[in-house]
Structures are given as C-alpha cells and as structure tokens.
C-alpha cells in the first residue's frame, strides 16, 4: 500500500453542507439568510400564533363567560343502562371496573349514576356519585348504593 493509494472508509467523507464559512464554500455572505430583517439574525423565533404583525386570530375573536378550573366532571350512566348489564352478564355487585369492562365508561372517569330508566334487579351499586332519584330507585329495588 503506498500514500497515493489510500481513500477514506466509504460513508466517511459525507458532510452537510456548512453555512457561514466564507465566499469559498458557496453559502457565505448572507449564508442562505436573504437580506436584513429579523428572519436574517441570529436568535430568530416567532412565537405561536405570530401572524406577521396582523392581530392574531386568538385576540380577533371574541371572549366570554366562565370556566371553573375546580369543575369536577361526571360520565353519567342511567339506570336502564345497569338493568341492562345486570341481565346480560348476571353480575350482583355494578362499580366503575365493571362499567369500563363493559366499554360503557373510561378508566379514569368519575361515575354518577342517574335515574333514567327502570331497575328491578336486586343489586349494589357503587359509583362516585348518585342521583336523588337513581340512589331512591336503587334502594326501592332492595339494592344497595355505596359511594366511592
């Protein structure tokens, strides 16, 4: 092997193109950047929704009411929905696993139960929160409530 003869690995020798280093290399000068203004400096960002100087869309359009950041949010299931569990799968005790099992709810939900529909089937209920007339339905039909 003699020094004319030596190359570099394959793979090796690619690079990216290097911009800012001198009129030699083709991307000097202004390095791809154009001319002057804010988009040509170094530390250029926009922030989320600049629209070039125009009033953004997120100020245009008009705000009102009120959300409650302590609003504690409920996935309601009615008691027609429970009969109906009851008498496809037999179960004797209803709570939220079994509500998430059936698809009806997600892991993370809160459960409140609500009084529409009929229930007949002698069963217990346990949820994070019940109706006035679901919790006296259930009880009517001997079943027991158990808030969670």
Do not use: C
Not at 90 to 118: F, H, R, T, Y
Not at 125 to 148: C, D, N, P, R
Request: no cysteine; aromatic share 6%; proline share 3%.
């Amino acid at each position: 092997m003699k020094l004319n003869e030596l190359k570099p690995a394959t793979g090796s020798t690619h690079h990216e193109k290097r911009i800012g280093r001198g009129q030699g290399s083709g991307f000097g000068g202004t390095s791809t950047r154009g001319h002057k203004g804010a988009k040509s400096r170094s530390g250029y960002s926009t922030k989320i929704g600049f629209e070039g100087g125009q009033m953004p869309l997120q100020r245009r359009v008009p705000k009102f009411g009120f959300k409650n950041v302590n609003r504690v949010e409920y996935k309601g299931v009615n008691l027609e929905v429970i009969q109906r569990l009851v008498d496809k799968n037999g179960w004797s005790v209803i709570e939220p696993e079994n509500l998430v099992q059936a698809g009806i709810v997600n892991k993370n939900d809160l459960v409140k139960i609500l009084g529409n529909g009929a229930i007949s089937a002698k069963v217990e209920v346990k949820a994070h929160a019940f109706s006035k007339s679901a919790e006296a339905a259930i009880e009517a039909a001997q079943g027991t409530v158990v808030k969670l």
